[in-house]
């Protein structure tokens, strides 16, 4: 049991991987991101007004 073997903690940091014995994140962190975001209305963009010289070469 060391770095060759794949079920222990030990060998999947050694190779790289992920699994039952080395998880991605921790629990606290999963727990939040499952929790729904409240309030997340789009904003109306306003339409921005045309600048002085723009208006002027238009009339």
């Known amino acids: 049991m ?6 222990t903690r030990r060998g999947k940091i050694h190779r790289g991987t992920y ?7 921790a629990a606290k962190a999963a ?3 499952a929790k729904p975001v409240a309030a997340a209305k789009p ?3 306003a339409k921005a007004k045309p600048k002085k010289e723009e208006a002027e070469k238009e009339a």
Do not use: C, L, Y
């Open 19 to 25: 699994g039952a014995r080395r998880r991605r994140k």
């Open 31 to 33: 727990a939040a991101a």
């Open 43 to 45: 904003k109306a963009k």
């Open 2 to 7: 060391g770095k060759g073997d794949m079920k």
